[in-house]
């Protein structure tokens, strides 16, 4: 029996022999094509600056708040993984924590990238444990030394045709413009408008940001009717600098339409701090509604994310920050909170609504039915805890039956981690062979239609979701 | 590779070759069982006219809500699809969208029923698309004017045993004694009862209806004590006409009972048009209420489908009406809305009251439960956008732990699309057949129990849970 | 092809041969590992009088509301089965009904443990019916009377390491300190402080009850102070008597803080019966918040078992008592719920709060994102409804990509129902090993790692989350 860094080229693929066979077949046609990654949070300037990643641990488990969540939960604080001293001491540490930890990622999606990765990139051939750490980390450290694991390097080889990063709408795209105009650089990166803090005056810091929101935009004067032209100013001025979405967070997504005298009104509530939670929700709830609408005027795609509470932790927040493993989702409801502005824009074939759901009881339930009949409702990909390879079965077989496969928006990494972006693309192309294959040996579809469908799920399919 | 439609024999089996040698034997002692249809959508006038059916597009897309819904996310107006003009040049060429959009079924209900009628009915040996698309309309349409293709042909062939309309309560359900005085046709069609609109005053038009009802009961003047004499009148009326079943549909299952002093000066604010929203919940919950109770006195089984928004796009329902693909699914709660009436009617031997649920949550966490216990209660097949395959497994497999296989309704068709009907109860056998095989094979049920079962998930089961 | 009983060796083995072939190698390695039962109900006077059962009536069905429930469905009364009369003739009854409905089980968790101990305890080798039952009752009869089948014979071939009966916190326990000074007995058995009928004044009694706790913990005078130091006082007790855990249930897990002048106040309202239901939820809440932060602090474990609407028929519960079948679930939600005690505990390591759902949404939504941060929640295994085949996959598919193998409670057989032990931990082992199984020959796991998880499962991780 192999190590799990040996990697099984049949990984994923169903044990039944006809289905994996099937399986197998559609999978070659599909597993060389490029990368599109139209939604994720690679920092940027990894790529701008193209320098070496620091080490073992700075790459693999500080920025990584799946994997730091799964140690916490050991007894380990987050100080010792990267939220405290990083020195190359403290580095070894928190490596070593991880090594001797394996067991716990046996089975998750963490430990599936990882081990894909240090198969793939470092040829790694032992599973991680106590005694191997220190070993593990040199030949990490030795490869992350080399020309070859520069990220410019690695965003080719990883053979990558587009890729999003997300960013604060008051942003200048400064990084942006350099990359594109880096002759040196050929890759596609693209910015991503992400107003979340801008729209809700529960967030902290609300009033603060509307003010530098407007200043962004150039407009004089803290009213109503500048806050909401700075957003179509703003998102002008990411669209021109090759954004092609708008990102959405939200714990429940709820929309309604207020008038303007209404929506004056509250906003000046709210920039005065004298805003009640009720009238704060129905603010955010026009905000949302007010994006949509910015989307079917601009035709920015709008991705919404919705379903979690963050840093459930004041504790852990206050003293480490948000993503730190702590966002615990809850359960979601589009069908009424969509309703007011789908009433309006649900028809406007410009809108490209892209519905993520932590919930996975929406998946049939809500967001399928609504994509099978709204031409700008999209079905969002499994999203953070589900982006593994079961619960990507599940969603296709969620959703296939409702809406077939050309109402979703293509697999999304939506990582921070920029090495697991082909382990995460592989395992959806991977996992939606499987299904295609399974519904080919059933009868359901023909090869033929499989074969195409497997192909568009890649190819076709994020590309007009995204409109890229 | 075969075409999609060269029927594969073994469709829907699973690909592991022992589990599917056994669904095999299974299925074989069931494929040919007559078809019982208890619930359904068929309009009677099919039968009682039996003329010819139009043309293809009039056959398999204009009254076919679940295809016309996919084609108008890829931008069709549904004008295109049915809901306009409808002459030849007008069905053909919304018989050229489908089958040029053929790619946005696979994987679908609508798509696997579709290619099995192509396959079965009309020797379709090819895969639709934009080319052969004028000369399937041909293929076709030379098939519909032949006279083995006449609805009542097609009702035997078919092999129905029990054919459900659904009907307004005040119908006078002449074309059910027709069909049942006509010598010429000896299938069994019976209607049912669907008072819906007539229990919800936030329904439009209710005042009128509720007249309607007492006049069509023979009744004199608009009282609560009348209305309700109205519903047992009529009920009676359907059963004396053959209706073995009520049926209602509601968004949320709410029951209360209330005083016939509160409910009479509801009854009045309704009428007159000055009900709140929440009397009229009041109201609507103890309509639902009334007719569980009026289920316990006269045997008529009870189906309650919930959870579904009606006409979420108003502008589409405005233009096109009610049935254009946009009833979308919401979250549904059976155990605490439900309790008022089982708390009084629920031990009571004489009332069937199924729950179809579309929120598949609920079929684990709340009606297996139910069905466990309350002899009353019973599991309703999985509805609308669920009896898909997939669907239908995770069903079997939700509720059989908890409930077993004697609890349920039976397949249901629901369908308003008459030559779907031998395709969707064929897929239900298969299925069916399917998850008991894999019983057997795990050493679960022994090979002598999954027979007998089979047999009467088609047979027995339907006729105890509606009284046939 | 065998009968039921004739058990297969392989059951619930998956039925794809490779699969297959690793399951078994899997467990062989844990199918005689003693058993550890940390929670349930048996009754502890069955190994304290260590007496025969009485007969197979009184062994199989009048205790098993599990069974009594699909019975009841078929219009059997509760009295027919174990409420009523029970002398022998009722009992030849009440086995009679159970062998001529034995269909009804078939497919469910309670089919499968009985054909399971009928086959492996009593060597029965026929599928009951109406046919053989008078005989079956014979044969298990005759068993019951040899000394092999006195209960601490059985405990001791059932190979339990650690067994948890269910207490009330007023109980002296003497009966558990006679059973542990016994020294013919060598097992070990402890008690569990179930304190949740003295945490909501909602509950019928509450304040009775609430005197009596503050009388067994020795201390006089009904106030606040006194019932909290009431609570902590018997705690103690039970630990001092072997208890290594508190277990709740409630409908809500509602938690909140409240100053000891407000939870005063309630408790003073509560005593005199004039709290409101809103103030009786604050006080419930803040119970359950208490319970948490003196488990935090004494260290007994918290099994939280949340989410059923108790005695659902109140005709039934009047006339038949609890647990006659008819506690139905409800959706639950762990997120907001349990907050304020996260906020307060969370990060406490000396914590142990294990999460049961028997909503099984909140698998994969709530309680594996909570326990894969927090290091004091734990996946608590399916409970009642769901401890089935499947049910139990789907559990495992469910939470092991968010929060791996080592978050969890270990399998629980939460039963009164002695002679089911090891039909349910053997069920759970397989279930178990056919899961890891798939994700070996599916290269998500090595078969190494496997193999330590399979054992983990089984042995480490039940002793760690229960701290044995």
């Known amino acids: 029996m192999k190590s799990l860094t040996q990697l099984n080229p049949q990984r994923l693929f169903p044990a039944e022999p006809t289905v994996r066979a099937v399986t197998e077949e559609l999978y070659d046609s599909v597993k060389d094509l490029p990368i599109v990654s139209p939604h994720g949070h690679v920092d940027l300037q990894l790529l701008v600056k193209n320098e070496p990643f620091k080490n073992p641990a700075d790459l693999f488990i500080y920025f ?161 009717v500048n806050f909401i032209e700075a957003f179509r100013i703003r998102r002008e001025f990411f669209q021109i600098n090759g954004a092609v979405s708008v990102d959405v967070g939200v714990t429940e997504p709820y929309t309604v339409e207020l008038t303007e005298a209404k929506a004056t009104e509250l906003f000046e509530q709210a920039l005065a701090g004298k805003i009640s939670e009720t009238d704060a929700r129905e603010f955010a709830g026009f905000m949302l509604f007010e994006q949509i609408r910015m989307s079917a005027e601009d035709g920015l795609v709008l991705t919404l994310h919705a379903g ?27 069908v009424e909170n969509l309703r007011p502005a789908l009433e309006r824009f649900g028809l406007n074939k410009n809108l490209h609504l892209i519905l993520f759901s932590i919930d996975e009881t929406t998946w049939s339930r809500e967001v399928a039915p609504l994509a099978g009949f709204y031409p700008s409702v999209f079905i969002g990909a499994p999203w953070w805890f589900l982006d593994a390879p079961d619960s990507l079965l599940r969603f296709r077989v969620a959703t296939t039956e409702i809406a077939g496969f050309y109402r979703g928006s293509g697999f999304i990494d939506d990582t921070r981690a920029f090495l697991s972006i082909p382990a995460r693309h592989d395992m959806a192309r991977r996992v939606d062979c499987s299904f295609l294959a399974r519904l080919v040996v059933e009868g359901r579809i023909t090869m033929a239609q499989a074969e195409t469908i497997a192909v568009d799920l890649v190819v076709t399919i994020p590309r007009k979701a995204f409109k890229l």
């Open 308 to 334: 979690v509470i963050r840093n459930h932790s004041t504790t852990t927040f206050e003293k480490f920050g948000p993503d730190t493993g702590q966002d615990i989702p809850v359960a979601v409801e589009f």
């Open 64 to 224: 990584d708040h799946y994997v730091t969540r799964l140690l916490h939960t050991q007894g380990y604080d987050l100080s010792e993984l990267g939220k405290g001293d990083t020195d190359e001491a403290a580095a070894r540490k928190a490596w070593s924590i991880l090594c001797s930890n394996w067991h716990m990622l046996a089975g998750t999606n963490s430990g599936y990238w990882l081990a894909h990765e240090f198969g793939t990139l470092f040829n790694i051939d032992e599973t991680p444990n106590s005694e191997n750490a220190a070993e593990l980390y040199d030949i990490v450290q030795e490869h992350l030394d080399q020309p070859a694991f520069l990220p410019r390097a690695l965003f080719d080889r990883f053979n990558i045709a587009f890729l999003a990063t997300t960013d604060d709408p008051c942003d200048d795209l400064a990084g942006h413009r350099d990359l594109a105009n880096d002759p040196t650089f050929s890759g596609r990166v693209a910015p991503t408008f992400r107003p979340d803090a801008y729209l809700d005056p529960r967030k902290p810091g609300w009033a603060q940001k509307a003010g530098n929101l407007i200043a962004a935009a150039g407009l004089n004067g803290q009213s109503f």
